[in-house]
């Protein structure tokens, strides 16, 4: 065997061994050596309660999440039917900043190019689904959101009417 074959046959054995050592080393394993089979069964528990935590023991359908209990108890306690607020209802002020009946919804704009702003709106299956959407919300939280909104819903309208209210601004198509 040539000097060059076995230098790259030991090359990949080191190679292999330090691959072995590392993903070891990473997940937090024993080592294949150790004798010790408290240690083995202690790491093999721990390693269980981690995967038992991630998912639920059987498939099951959850409809609630831990986290959504937890933000309901913050919800209001005096909400009315659906029915009832159609019905009754109750006049919520709003103000009309930009109606354009004639405006038509363009179905690609420039700044969806992949050369703008580093292809921040290119990202096609995006595109499709936001011209698929007749109603847009957002608040008036920052500049940040105020680009995305704007350019994902494709027209532009002046926001931040009010400075000192987080006011809901609505597109409807």
Do not use: C
Not at 45 to 63: C, F, G, M, Q, S
Not at 97 to 109: A, F, L, Q, S, T
Not at 130 to 151: C, M, P, V, W
């Amino acid at each position: 065997m040539s000097k060059a074959r076995k230098g790259y046959v030991i090359t990949i054995f080191i190679l292999i061994s330090l691959s072995v050592s590392f993903t070891t080393y990473s997940q937090g394993l024993p080592n294949s050596h150790s004798s010790d089979p408290e240690e083995v069964n202690k790491r093999v528990e721990e390693l269980e309660k981690r995967l038992n935590r991630l998912e639920p023991p059987k498939p099951t359908k959850i409809p609630i999440s831990a986290e959504q209990l937890e933000a309901e108890k913050y919800y209001p306690t005096e909400t009315f039917p659906i029915p009832t607020v159609m019905d009754k209802g109750k006049k919520i002020h709003f103000n009309i900043i930009k109606n354009d009946p004639g405006y038509i919804r363009p179905v690609y704009e420039e700044h969806w190019h992949s050369t703008y702003w580093g292809g921040r709106w290119s990202y096609v299956p995006m595109r499709i689904q936001y011209a698929l959407h007749r109603l847009f919300t957002t608040y008036d939280i920052g500049i940040s959101g105020e680009l995305n909104f704007k350019q994902n819903v494709g027209i532009e309208f002046p926001m931040f009417q009010n400075k000192t209210d987080l006011d809901l601004y609505i597109v409807v198509f």
